[in-house]
């Protein structure tokens, strides 16, 4: 081998050396967390986002070791928390799980700010469907008999988050593919939605998988459809409103970490490769299917980031096209 070979090589070997180097670099997280991380909660305990976000603090505390608290903020569809993370320092100690609802919160223009902009999106935790529950006391028990009954009586509502969320959304969908006559009367959540269904308070309420299973294992409540495009695998006699007369008709949700934009991005990678891993155990996957759900398509954050601006769109032309006006 010549001088000029043995030149070559050696260059390309310290090229090699310096790209892994800065790599493992790029990836180090210098020390983080040294204090207590807080995840925020845009809804009350017991709903499907904040079962996601314990099962998410357990999994950071275990890899980091070191606390990480879930702190539910709920109220005004996820406004409260979204601007107290929006305000918080991007230095990974304050970070936020939220479903679709986000997205909405831009979409709607609930938020004075850009919502892509001001977060830096992490990882995608678990995706599910909703199902619709109804009070026990009510006479119909299917989809077709509940439009029916709405035209003597408007049938109140409530679920996901508030006003301009997941399910006021989707629900405001259903009422013009079906005419059904329904209002939307908002609770902090699902969970508290169901509570109200449960009570008599309001006639109906959409919830997560998760939280609608732990509600139908009460007896307290009826469910009348699952809300997704298939049927759950734990509810096989349980109808999709799809099959019930509205092709296409869904109301699902993604929960989504995100980090006030800027935020170091070795600590974005090293909590998503933390989360992404967690989400997708056996015992995590068991976890889930037994409440209908299931772990979220794994992606990088800037996977995520494409996904989440193209669902941003096609929001904003359901919106329009709904012509949902917030107050």
């Known amino acids: 081998m010549n001088k000029v070979n043995h030149s070559l090589v050696f260059w390309l070997i310290f090229a090699i050396f310096a790209c892994g180097g800065a790599a493992l670099a790029q990836d180090k997280t210098n020390g983080y967390p040294v204090r207590p991380v807080r995840l925020i909660v845009t809804v009350a305990p017991g709903a499907g986002t904040d079962a996601i976000a314990r099962e998410v603090a357990q999994m950071l505390s275990a890899q980091f070791s070191q606390n990480v608290v879930v702190d539910n903020r709920p109220g005004g569809t996820g406004v409260i928390a979204t601007e107290l993370v929006a305000r918080s320092a991007p230095d990974g100690y304050t970070l936020l799980i939220q479903g679709d609802t986000l997205l909405l919160l831009g979409a709607t223009k609930r938020v004075p700010f850009d919502v892509l902009k001001t977060f830096d999106p992490i990882v995608a935790t678990a995706g599910q469907p909703y199902i619709l529950l109804v009070n026990l006391a009510l006479p119909f028990k299917s989809i077709k008999e509940m ?60 919830g997560s998988t998760i939280a609608a299973s732990a509600a139908i294992r009460t007896g307290k409540v009826r469910a009348l459809a699952t809300l997704g495009l298939t049927r759950l695998q734990t509810m096989p006699d349980l109808p999709t409103v799809a099959e019930q007369g509205y092709p296409g008709f869904k109301i699902t949700n993604r929960y989504n970490i995100y980090a006030p934009a800027g935020t170091p991005r070795p600590i974005i990678n090293a909590i998503n490769r933390t989360v992404s891993a967690g989400m997708h155990t056996p015992r995590m996957a068991q976890r889930l299917a037994a409440d209908g759900s299931q772990p979220a398509e794994r992606m990088s954050p800037e996977e995520l980031k494409a996904t989440l601006a193209r669902e941003y769109i096609q929001y904003e032309q359901q919106i329009t096209r709904l012509n949902i006006k917030m107050q």
């Open 147 to 206: 439009v029916a009954y709405s035209a003597k009586q408007t049938l109140t509502y409530s679920g996901s988050s508030g006003v301009g969320g997941t399910v006021h959304l989707g629900m405001e969908w259903f009422a013009q593919l079906s005419g059904a006559k329904l209002l939307f009367v908002p609770y902090k959540g699902s969970a508290p939605a169901i509570v109200a269904a449960m009570g008599g308070e309001i006639h109906m309420a959409a």
